[in-house]
């Protein structure tokens, strides 16, 4: 493993680094370099401190840890692989992402999913541990959403979740009273199927960050999924 | 080149602040650094910083910052000073001359006092007296350009890189309790001095971070109250709009924040009784004053900043705190350029103002 200080490198110069490595790299110091392990795929990465924007985004197949904050579009587009971040994420998490996982302890800001997308065997997964913000799975076409909202006493989502949403499903460890949720999507309670087909999901959250899985589950879980027979129109215009 | 406000170009940027709550007084030099893991969000055609509390020993009169083109434009323009207010000090700003600062124009600071037999005469409130007299110089003297005109702070601004301008304003050598900051990126002007965040009028100072869309709207509406909107960019009318509706209606920094970022009516419906009231007395009464399409804005003002997002939260804004300080900036990597152990980091809603005042007494 190579050990790469970040203080005062600029984005291009980390990155490039990181691309000419021949193993695994663990940075520390990272302060907003933008873009660390873009369309990577053949190391893994440690990152202390704080990377900045779009950290992983076309990533295919490395792994990703992050012990700190990420910012905004983390796995955007992503391909392949995994990013686990030990705290809180910015917006945009996951954008158009069409395969791999990602797992966040913390919260989410807005916008989580937004557009994710699958295809065959690529079935993408985004794991949440606190909260999301507005706009979770804003128009999701695939792959699966799941926020847990473990210590936090916000609500698990904020406002329009799943606006334009067509594909996928998003489950989220709560009830769901007071949430609401737009004319386009079916939202129930989830079934002893809904929890089987996400066991793999929360089993690898709670190796990852020391959480018991079936503690987890002892709970009330909803599943939104897109409903076809009411298709998404339109939000923005006519408000 | 054709000046800002000749043209317009069919926004990235950068923003950030810091503010001391106990009124302790910091130098430049966080907030500049502050901008250097966000140098990549600006391009270089515009930098800027606000910082309040700095020029104590001039605190009770007006510091008027002023570009002028030229050396012939001064004598215009100090004509106009001199016929309303009493000049205390005259001075040139003094800079720092570093490569990446070029073809600065004059850049001057008067500290003045408006003349009170005028102020009596005329019938005004002071305040909209100097506002008066900005937009005078602003409209009137081709070459001359006010970008700050308020008490005990000052607008540095330019084009450059934030870090850059930073330096060549010599911000190392002031002390402010709070700082704002901008690194720019302009997508619909092409860059001028002026039109350098933060924009300014009176204490009120805006950064922003974004693109609005409702620039026609607003401005329309704003100029039939005197304002006059020079540069066709829209973080202007973003600083006329919080004048207007802080100092002239009287409105609260929160009741503001719910005009120009008022959430959606469905929203609204889902509030408790009284708050929905309130919310739907101001969308109505301020309509034109709605703000859309993607900002993240900090508005400064004597005593205080004020964080916002749109309501859809478009842009990105993060908040943190250590010990007496309060952090603000579009990225966490530079709160934690400021303080590394920055705690309670934070990303407010969209359109959920985050106020922070100095305690009352210490500034």
Known sequence: ?239 | MKKEGEIRIPSGCAISAVISKDGNKMTGEKIIESMIPMHDRSNGLGGGFAGYGIYPDHKNEYALHIFFNDKYRIEDCERIIKDSFEIVKKEIIPTRKIPEITDEPIIMRYFVSPLFSLLRSLQLDEKEFVVRIVMKINTEVDGAYVFSSGKNMGAFKAVGFPEDVGRFYKLDEYEGYSWTAHGRYPTNTPGWWGGAHPFGLLDYTIVHNGEISSYDANRRFIEMFGYKCTLQTDTEVITYIADYLIRRQGLSLTETASVIAAPFWTTIENKPEKEREKLKYLRTMFSSLLITGPFSIILGFDGGLMALNDRLKLRSMVVGEYNDKVFIASEEAAIRKMEINAKNIYAPQGGEPIIVKVKEGKF
């Open chain 1, 1 to 239: 493993m190579i050990k790469l200080n970040a203080s005062n490198l600029n984005f291009d110069t980390l990155n490039e680094t990181v691309r000419k490595a021949k193993e695994d790299i663990e940075i520390s110091d990272c302060l907003g370099q933008r873009f660390i392990g873009a369309g990577l795929s053949d190391k893994n990465l440690t990152i202390k401190g704080t990377p900045g924007n779009a950290l992983g985004a076309y990533l295919n197949g490395s792994t990703i840890s992050v012990f700190g904050n990420a910012q905004d579009a983390v796995g955007d587009t992503m391909n392949d692989g995994k990013i686990i971040v030990n705290g809180n994420i910015g917006d945009c998490a996951g954008y158009a992402m069409r395969g791999g996982r990602i797992f966040v302890k913390g919260n989410a800001g807005y916008r989580a999913g937004i557009h994710m997308k699958a295809y065959k065997d690529k079935i993408p997964a985004l794991v949440i541990g606190g909260s999301a913000g507005s706009f979770l799975g804003e128009y999701q076409a695939g792959g699966v959403i799941i926020v847990l909202g473990l210590n936090s006493d916000k609500n698990i989502v904020g406002n329009f979740p799943c606006t334009g949403m067509h594909g996928g499903k998003m489950i989220l460890r709560s009830n769901c009273k007071g949430v609401i949720f737009p004319q386009n999507v079916r939202v129930s309670p989830a079934e002893k199927e809904d929890l089987e087909e996400i066991f793999s999901y929360i089993k690898e959250f709670c190796d990852h960050f020391g959480f018991d899985a079936n503690e987890i589950l002892n709970a009330e879980f909803t599943v939104i999924t897109p409903d076809s027979n009411n298709p998404y129109k339109q939000m923005y215009v006519g408000n």
